[in-house]
């Protein structure tokens, strides 16, 4: 059983996330900035669907990423030279939200719901969530079905805009000596 958390009741461990479902440590109706962050700063982060509560999970393991890791392969660099790539970073923060919400093709819905869209409209406003987009002749280049989280796809145009945003953020979080921890869904082996 999984505890429910009040808007005053701290995160417990993760130590105590349960195996199965990998990584669920509790359960809340709050998602305000302070509980978002608090989350993010522990490595854990809601994942519900729409009427469900808000579920907290910190999967074991997790993916982080370390920026000065980042390599550039010689095939991926000649295409960065040969491409008119622009890289942005919050020029469409809600339209990469929005399309990140937008139901699958074949799917009828997300977990990306209106109250998550609220939520980090406000983490956005304070500072703390942003998008790195890659845009090609004026519009977005970043692919819809790729290994990368989704909240990084919103256009149906294949290229290598996901790998250039990724690229660009890697390049960014090594000048500003970021850290970062990936998300993924719960039960996916690399969360």
Not at 11 to 16: E, G, L, R, V
Not at 164 to 172: H, K, S
Request: proline share 10%; charged share 20%; glycine share 10%.
């Amino acid at each position: 059983m999984i505890p429910w958390l009040e808007p005053s009741t701290p995160f417990p461990p993760i130590q105590s996330a349960l195996k199965h479902p990998n990584g669920l440590l509790a359960a809340s109706g709050d998602l305000s900035p302070e509980r978002l962050l608090e989350g993010y700063r522990r490595g854990i982060f809601p994942w519900f669907s729409e009427g469900d509560p808000i579920f907290w999970w910190s999967p074991d393991p997790r993916m982080i990423l370390y920026p000065e890791e980042l390599k550039i392969s010689r095939s991926f660099a000649k295409t960065l030279r040969n491409r008119r790539y622009e890289v942005r970073f919050d020029s469409a923060f809600g339209e990469v939200m929005a399309g990140c919400a937008a139901p699958r093709r074949g799917e009828s819905g997300t977990w990306i719901t209106g109250r998550m869209l609220g939520a980090y409209g406000s983490l956005h406003r304070l500072g703390y969530a942003h998008s790195v987009e890659t845009w090609i002749d004026g519009a977005p280049a970043t692919p819809p079905r790729s290994p990368w989280p989704r909240w990084l796809r919103i256009s149906s145009r294949p290229s290598s805009g996901l790998s250039t945003a990724r690229c660009a953020l890697g390049t960014w979080s090594r000048s500003a000596r970021a850290r970062f921890r990936g998300g993924g869904s719960p039960g996916s082996s690399k969360s």
